[in-house]
C-alpha cells in the first residue's frame, strides 16, 4: 500500500479539478523513456530546438536539443531537464506534482486504463470518493496511483481534490490514507504504529501488523481524543490522529514502595510508560522493592532473581519457568538483542558470571532505562538498577519479549 507525503496548509479553497497543465518528474536524462519523455521532446520540437522522431525515448539527439535549448536560455547545459528547464518549457509548475486526490463520478464505475487513451485496455475500475494520488497530468488524462500500487490513466475531469484531507491542519510527514482494521498488515500500519508511540498510546515495536495491542491503542486515542471507540482507523481518525491538536497521553508517574529493609530510604518516582499490562504488572513489581533475597526461596518472604520474576509475570497470567537459565532459554517470546530495543515488561537475561551460560541471572524492564530484579551479591533484595551503567552493559545477554 502506498502513502503520499502531504504537507497541509491552514487555509486551502473548496476542492479543485487537477489542472491540465502537464506536470513531470522532477528531472528527466539521458536513458529515460515514457510519456515524460514524449512531452519534452514535443516542447523542444515545438521551440525549433529538437526535429527528432516523439517516441518516448531520451537519446543523443534529444540531449543535444536540450543543451542548445538551455545554452539560449541561460540555463545550465547539462543536458539533463531540471526543474529549472522544465520550468522554462512551462512543463513544471513549481508546485508538487504528486496530489491527494479523490474519484468524484456520478456514475457508478470510473475505468483505469494502461494508456491515456479510451482505447487502452482497462486496468481496474474506481468507485465514486475512491481516494488516489495523482502523480502528472497529460492533457486531458491524470497519471494516478491506487493504494494498493497499481498505476494508471483516468480522465482529469473525474479527479477532485481531497479537500477532506486538505482542510486538515497535518504535521509534515507520511500518513496512510485509507481506512485500517484488526488484521491489516504493512507499512500503513507501521506509519500508525508510529504516531501512536509519539502519542505515548503505543510502546510495543511497530512491527506492521494490525493486532489486538495496537487496536487496544487505537480505542485509547479515540477516548482521549472524543472519538468513537471502535479501534477502527477511518478517515476521521486518521485525520484527529495526524493532527497538530491530537491529544498526547499523559505519562502515567508511579511511586515505588519503600525499601522494606530502610523505611526512611525514599525511591525516586519513576515514570512508566507501555501497555495496559506493562504498566501494572511494572507497578506490581515495585511494590517488592526491599524483599530480601535468598537462593532457592520462592516468596514471600524472601525471593531469588528467578522465583521473582516468575512471580511477577505470572499475576499476569503468563508462566515463567522457575530457573533464570530455564526462562531465558524457554522461547517465552521474540528475543531482543539490544538494551536500546528494551520495552516496558521485558524480561532480561543477564550473564553475571561472564561463562557459557548465558543467562544465571533475570529481571524485568520498567522503562527510562532500569532493571527491577531480585539482586544478590551487596544488595541481597529487590532492587532497581541502571541498566545503561557499564556493568549492566557488560552482562546483558538478551531481553525477551513477554507480554504480546
Request: with cysteine.
Amino acid at each position: 500500500m502506498k502513502f503520499v507525503k502531504i504537507i497541509f496548509a491552514l487555509c486551502i479553497s473548496a476542492a479543485i479539478l487537477i489542472t491540465a497543465t502537464p506536470a513531470l518528474a522532477a528531472a528527466l536524462m539521458p536513458g529515460d523513456k515514457g510519456d515524460d519523455v514524449i512531452a519534452l521532446q514535443q516542447a523542444l520540437a515545438g521551440s525549433g530546438y529538437y526535429d527528432g522522431e516523439i517516441n518516448g525515448l531520451f537519446g543523443g539527439q534529444l540531449e543535444d536539443a536540450l543543451i542548445n535549448f538551455q545554452k539560449d536560455n541561460s540555463l545550465d547545459p547539462s543536458g539533463i531537464a531540471d526543474q529549472d528547464t522544465l520550468a522554462a518549457l512551462e512543463l513544471y509548475s513549481g508546485e508538487d506534482a504528486e496530489k491527494a486526490a479523490v474519484i468524484n463520478i456520478s456514475g457508478e464505475k470510473l475505468n483505469l486504463r494502461s494508456q491515456a487513451s479510451t482505447s487502452a485496455d482497462v486496468l481496474t475500475e474506481l468507485a465514486s470518493g475512491t481516494r488516489v494520488q495523482v502523480i502528472s497530468a497529460h492533457g486531458s488524462w491524470s497519471l494516478v496511483r491506487l493504494l494498493t500500487g497499481i498505476e494508471g490513466y483516468v480522465s482529469s475531469k473525474y479527479i477532485a481534490e481531497d479537500s477532506l484531507l486538505q482542510d486538515a491542519q497535518i504535521y509534515t510527514g507520511s500518513m496512510p490514507i485509507s481506512t485500517l482494521t484488526e488484521g491489516a498488515t504493512g507499512q500503513d500500519v507501521i506509519l500508525l504504529q508510529d504516531r501512536l508511540k509519539e502519542l505515548n498510546y503505543f510502546t510495543a515495536k511497530s512491527t506492521g501488523n494490525f493486532l489486538s495491542i495496537t487496536v487496544k491503542a487505537v480505542k485509547d486515542f479515540q477516548k482521549h481524543n472524543g472519538l468513537e471507540e471502535n479501534g477502527v482507523v477511518d478517515i476521521d481518525t486518521i485525520i484527529t490522529l495526524f493532527s497538530d491538536s491530537a491529544v498526547k497521553k499523559p505519562v502515567q508517574a508511579v511511586k515505588p514502595a519503600e525499601d522494606k529493609n530502610n523505611s526512611s530510604q525514599k525511591v525516586p518516582s519513576i515514570s512508566i510508560e507501555g501497555s495496559k499490562t506493562a504498566v501494572q504488572l511494572v507497578e506490581y513489581a515495585l511494590t517488592f522493592l526491599g524483599t530480601p533475597y535468598r537462593l532457592g526461596a520462592n516468596g514471600p518472604s524472601a525471593y531469588d532473581c528467578s522465583s521473582f520474576t516468575a512471580k511477577v509475570y505470572g499475576k499476569y497470567g503468563y508462566k515463567l519457568p522457575r530457573t533464570a537459565y530455564s526462562q531465558g532459554y524457554g522461547n517465552l517470546g521474540a528475543k531482543i538483542k539490544s538494551i536500546s530495543d528494551l520495552e516496558t515488561g521485558d524480561l532480561v537475561c543477564m550473564n553475571t558470571l561472564k561463562d557459557n551460560d548465558l543467562c544465571d541471572h533475570v529481571g524485568i524492564y520498567i522503562g527510562d532505562g532500569k532493571l527491577i530484579h531480585c539482586a544478590s551479591g551487596s544488595d541481597m533484595k529487590v532492587v532497581i538498577s541502571n541498566i545503561n551503567s557499564s556493568y549492566y552493559k557488560n552482562v546483558f545477554s538478551w531481553g525477551i519479549r513477554i507480554i504480546d
